[in-house]
Nanobody
Framework: QVQLVESGGGLVQAGGSLRLSCAAS????????MGWFRQASGKERAFVAT????????YYADSVKGRFTISRDNAKKSVYLQMNSLKPEDTAVYYC?????????????????WGQGTQVTVSS
């Protein structure tokens, strides 16, 4: 397992940008696929994006495609989520997750390690 700590959340106006970071500890970070999920108040946790262990394959939820970009730096044991053109409906707690899911999995159950989350609030 890896330990994950998210950062970079905050309050931003609609149309703005934020970059979330997730720092991992542990020697095996580069073996894991990484994902970002989010949970809005009163709603179920939802898939946002995932990236393969090499960074060569990425998948996105339709709701963020074209606006969000997931990336990773294995040397820094970090994964990032660049969020552009933010909308009020993007408001949520964002979690990063690590695991060995089937390629492109959007199921939270396929990821074994989770961070504590970082709040993103988009004002209209």
């Amino acid at each position: 397992q890896v330990q994950l700590v998210e950062s970079g959340g905050g309050l931003v106006q609609a149309g703005g940008s934020l970059r979330l970071s997730c720092a991992a500890s542990g020697r095996t970070f580069s073996r894991y696929a990484m994902g970002w999920f989010r949970q809005a108040s009163g709603k179920e946790r939802a898939f946002v994006a995932t990236i393969s262990w090499s960074g060569g394959t990425t998948y996105y939820a339709d709701s963020v495609k074209g606006r969000f970009t997931i990336s990773r730096d294995n040397a820094k044991k970090s994964v990032y989520l660049q969020m552009n053109s933010l909308k009020p409906e993007d408001t949520a707690v964002y979690y990063c997750a690590a695991g060995s899911p089937p390629s492109g999995s959007d199921r939270g159950a396929d990821y074994g390690s989770w961070g504590q989350g970082t709040q993103v609030t988009v004002s209209s």
